[in-house]
């Protein structure tokens, strides 16, 4: 098969091989491994064109099989257009006539105590002005001052393909070729915007910028911006650029809206009037977050591009990708467009995923933090510079940014979270252990696992049926056949209080009898699916063949929703929703009827989002009708509408608190439901990279989230897995699934031993629940990330930033587990405080450093930081069964022998306990040898059962003579070189007051 492409379609970071990596995967369909064989770049000579051709490994039957398509130039090249001597000539001619630079201006605003009258750190200066321009082409009569400034500080000036001289310097930018990247790059003072007059307001201040004249290199410039800066509290600055004269797209989702100006603010606001930046700077100690004087504004209405200098490499974020959780800044291309991709099959860094989450956060030299998100949903790029510095490019929308000035990363993620929302509190059996498989193959095969897993004391809370349970794939649907039994199934699991989830798609089937299918029928009546430009459902093709695709932006389509599922859980009463390829993912490129030519569909520039850089690649139609607007600005909020619908359809036929899992994330799906990373291998490095997958899930508000445990694609085996599982028991959402035809992994399919592992590290999780779930309480109302690195706990530490094979569970429970294969040791850094082993309380020495713990098969290794109180429960295989067990505490005393902790429960089920007052907060306290309690709130019915069983204290130096309890003596025991006492066969009625002593 042969296609051709353009070369300007293509848009590759410039290097010294200019061309190279261009297509990462091919075009391929559900049913056939179709692929590019032959790929011709149009005015290419062949001779200059390498192809390489390797196959990447096949997701499951029935599934693409795409295959790396690299190409590279074996020498540079200029189109003919691009040498033409009279083009050359001319230009030349412009550019000796052009006029010398002149100083830069900067209008001094007073008045206002967060205006500081200094000039910005970064100077450009201005340039005469000059006669209007065409569309892509330079400013004519503009001459370019190109310093030879380090590569470094070079922000792209033609980032839409291979640039060539005679493009970049028709561009009115410099040409470096072959020094550095990019070879094409803007000169200081290249024409952008002027800022009038900065007027006070309520909130803070605005100002009209104006573009002289000269046009940017793109079609339809904004000619004139509004630039609103509202200073809305004293940690959040929001900064919009918007359009003057006409309305533009917005993210329809909700945000805060200040009524009041910041009364302290812990930052300064600079201005550059001509051309146009702004510097933001921490007022503690001047330092500059955001400087966006380095490069010009361009604003047109396909192409809006903003640039600033960063104050340390120190960058996390900008998700949902592959790789590290810190980033490299060494020309690293990172695109935003919600994909069904592999992360598999992902580059590190470079791959856009399911989830769009245009948000950083940069950890300072000092310690301090800040953040910044732009609240922006088209397709977009960030480019991470050297410099360092970085550039925001996007192709629709507006520039709607808050920044965010902590000063500790807790506090930036709350200050982010205040914008999207906190997340919502799961019910307390979401924290259980889940299993699920693709190809059960039928009921009685998916019950033989449950009683299995019971029959071995292996904790499992919920059991999840893949695609296979439906009838041809079709929603809403269970197959007669192979399924007929599932209802008996699910009402068997509930009788063992334990919980079902399905996974349901987005996409209907659109080619069924007329009358036979209902939420095709009902959907079409009503009017539900996104429609093409002429008016009618939009079809793709996915799991059942042709499909429609419901319109969750339309309240109409939510009702349906709803409807559909109450039908549905009248046959099958499923307790969650698992909703997959909600991208939205699609089989065919736009539909299958192809898409429009239009300037949707081909923008004038695309950003690196697939190989082909195409929107509606294995998705819909840009130009796609939607009843918030058009599917090129809502495409990547497609998985946040349809997690609320769920959600809410969740809440009105079970009455309780919803779990919704979902592929397709954007900023506030948290508030809706949880995330699974997506499909994984079965390999050491994607375990690696499920840590900072749940890190990043946790910075952008969704705690509830986890990776399929031993990898989705290809088969395990058994040291993987068990290691896997480990490291799973503290994934906040921990589920083990794998593909249609691979090995079985489920825990009791491999040797007692490793069943025995396994079993003890999920009965260590269930043990800890009472303090996940107080996690995740935290999580919804203070806006704590459950899942943190560990330099969230010291930022000031700077060998704590780059660390991502250990996490926290909140503030106080390290986490370091094995990543490669045959290792019985494993390296931890311990943070220079007091730290114990959670199973033994013997501290850790030294510490400060990097400690070689011993890491046998059967362990995984857990460590409490001093200062800390933990409650615990005595585990059971289901929560329903612990819940009804007496609690425990484990007591870390750190250097000045205190420990604070906290319990907050309820039914685990019922919709705001709080609001209703059906809840029981109480906090523990520990100074030196005395342990306290005290119950802020006693509204749980079932508190006057809840007893406390045992306590263990670790940091006890000597062994007590008198250990008493609520003023009895009580039985004890001390082990002196681990110096932890234990309280043990306690029943102390946790509805009162508690106070243990040791002298």
């Not at 001779?47 to 398509?69: A, I, M, N, S, W």
């Not at 307001?201 to 605005?206: E, K, V």
């Not at 695109?335 to 791959?351: L, Y």
């Amino acid at each position: 098969m042969a296609e051709s492409y353009p070369l300007s379609a293509w848009n590759t970071p410039d290097k010294k091989v200019p061309l190279e990596e261009l297509l990462e995967e091919s075009s391929s369909s559900s049913s056939s491994a179709a692929s590019v064989r032959n790929v011709q770049l149009q005015g290419v000579p062949p001779q200059h064109v390498t192809v390489h051709l390797k196959p990447v490994e096949e997701r499951g039957p029935d599934y693409r099989y795409p295959e790396f398509v690299n190409y590279a130039l074996e020498e540079p090249f200029l189109l003919k257009s691009e040498v033409c001597m009279v083009y050359l000539m001319a230009f030349f001619m412009l550019l000796l006539m052009g006029v010398c630079a002149v100083g830069m201006i900067f209008n001094i605003v007073m008045g206002n105590n967060l205006f500081i009258p200094v000039m910005p750190m970064v100077k450009r200066p201005s340039q005469p002005k000059v006669g209007p321009s065409a569309p892509g082409q330079g400013p004519p009569g503009y001459a370019p001052q190109c310093p030879d400034e380090d590569n470094d500080h070079r922000f792209d000036c033609y980032p839409e393909a291979i640039a060539s001289q005679a493009k970049c310097e028709g561009r009115g930018c410099c040409w470096r070729k072959p020094n550095g990247v990019p070879f094409c790059f803007f000169p200081p003072g290249y024409p952008s915007y002027s800022m009038g007059e900065v007027k006070d307001t309520p909130l803070g201040a605005t100002a009209v910028l104006t573009r002289d004249n000269a046009s940017s290199p793109y079609p339809k410039d904004v000619n004139q911006l509004t630039m609103d800066l509202r200073f809305e509290t004293n940690g959040r600055l929001h900064l919009v650029l918007n359009d003057t004269a006409s309305r533009r797209y917005e993210v329809p989702i909700e945000t805060p809206a200040a009524t009041t100006k910041a009364a302290s603010p812990l930052y300064e606001v600079e201005y550059s009037h001509d051309p146009f930046g702004i510097v933001v700077k921490r007022r503690s100690n001047g330092r500059v977050l955001l400087n966006t004087t380095v490069a010009p504004l361009i604003y047109a209405d396909q192409f809006l591009e903003l640039s600033t200098s960063l104050p340390s490499r120190n960058i996390y974020g900008l998700g949902e990708h592959r790789g590290p959780f810190r980033h490299s800044l060494d020309w690293v291309r990172i695109p935003f467009w919600a994909r069904d991709k592999s992360t598999a099959s992902a580059k590190e860094d470079v791959t856009n995923l399911y989830g769009s989450h245009p948000f950083y956060l940069c950890v300072e030299e000092d310690g301090q933090a800040h953040g910044v998100f732009l609240l922006n949903s088209n397709a977009m790029e960030v480019i991470l510079q050297p410099a360092p510095a970085l550039t925001w490019r996007t192709i629709g929308g507006i520039l709607d940014f808050h920044i965010f000035l902590g000063p500790d990363p807790d506090s930036v993620i709350r200050q982010y979270w205040e914008v999207i929302g906190y997340p919502m509190m799961p019910p307390y059996w979401a924290l259980g252990f889940h299993l699920c498989r693709w190809g059960y193959g039928s009921a009685n095969r998916t019950m033989d696992i449950v009683q299995k897993m019971r029959n071995a004391g292996i904790p499992q809370d919920t059991q999840w049926n893949d695609i296979d349970y439906m009838t041809r794939h079709l929603d809403w649907t269970y197959d007669g056949d192979k399924f007929a039994e599932l209802p008996e199934v699910v009402k068997d699991l509930h009788d063992h209080g334990q919980h079902y989830i399905m996974i349901v798609d987005p996409g209907i089937s659109n080619t069924q009898k007329a009358g036979t299918y209902p939420p095709y029928d009902v959907g079409l009546k009503r009017g539900v699916f996104i429609n093409d430009t002429n008016g009618n459902p939009i079809v793709g093709s996915v799991w059942p063949g042709d499909t429609t695709f419901p319109d969750f932006t339309n309240p109409i389509t939510q009702q349906w929703w709803q409807e559909m599922a109450a039908d549905f859980h009248k046959k099958v009463p499923f307790d969650g929703m698992w909703i997959d390829m909600n991208e939205p993912s699609n089989f065919v490129d736009g539909s299958t009827h192809g898409c429009p030519d239009n300037h949707l569909e081909k923008p004038p520039y695309t950003p690196a989002v697939n190989p082909f850089h195409h929107l509606a690649w294995r998705s819909l139609c840009a130009s796609s009708v939607q009843h918030l607007g058009v599917h090129y600005n809502l495409h990547s909020l497609y998985g946040l509408f349809q997690t609320a619908a769920s959600r809410n359809a969740l809440v009105s036929i079970r009455g309780t608190r919803p779990v919704v899992i979902s592929r397709s994330t954007f900023p506030s799906s948290g508030r809706h439901g949880g995330h699974w990373l997506g499909d994984n291998k079965s390999s050491w490095k994607d375990m690696y990279y499920s840590i900072p997958g749940i890190l990043n899930m946790n910075m952008f508000g969704i705690p509830l989230v986890g990776p399929d445990i031993c990898g989705f694609g290809g088969d395990t085996n058994e040291e993987l897995c068990l290691r896997w599982q480990q490291l799973g028991a503290f994934y906040p959402f921990s589920r083990n699934h794998n593909t249609l035809g691979a090995k079985s992994q489920e825990p009791i399919v491999w040797s007692a031993d490793t069943q025995k592992a396994i079993r003890s590290a999920l009965l260590t999780r269930y043990s800890l629940l009472p303090h996940l779930y107080f996690l995740f309480h935290r999580a919804s109302k203070m806006g704590e990330a459950v899942a943190r690195p560990l330099f969230f706990q010291y930022p000031t530490d700077s060998n704590t930033w780059g660390v991502d094979t250990q996490f926290l569970w909140g503030d106080s429970l390290m986490v370091t587990p094995v990543l490669e294969q045959g290792a019985t040791k494993v390296t931890a850094y311990f943070p220079n405080d007091t730290w114990y082993d959670f199973y033994s309380g013997r501290p850790v020495v030294p510490v400060g450093q990097n400690v070689t713990l011993d890491a046998p098969q059967d362990t995984i290794n857990l460590h409490v930081r001093g200062g800390v109180i933990l409650v615990t429960q005595q585990p059971e295989t289901t929560t329903t069964a612990s819940r009804r067990n007496q609690f425990g505490l484990v007591v870390a005393l750190n250097r000045t022998l205190d420990a604070w902790g906290g319990l907050f429960w309820d039914d685990g089920d019922t919709l705001d306990t709080e609001g209703k007052k059906e809840f029981t907060m109480i906090k523990f306290f520990s100074s030196r040898n005395t342990i306290s309690s005290q119950v802020m709130m006693s509204g749980y019915p079932g508190t006057k059962d809840m007893t406390l069983g045992s306590i263990r204290v670790y940091g006890v130096a000597h062994k007590p003579h008198t250990v008493m309890a609520n003023k009895q003596a009580v039985d004890y025991s001390y082990v002196q070189d681990a110096q932890m006492l234990s309280l043990n066969n306690l029943t102390l009625p946790m509805s009162q007051p508690i106070e243990a002593l040791w002298a």
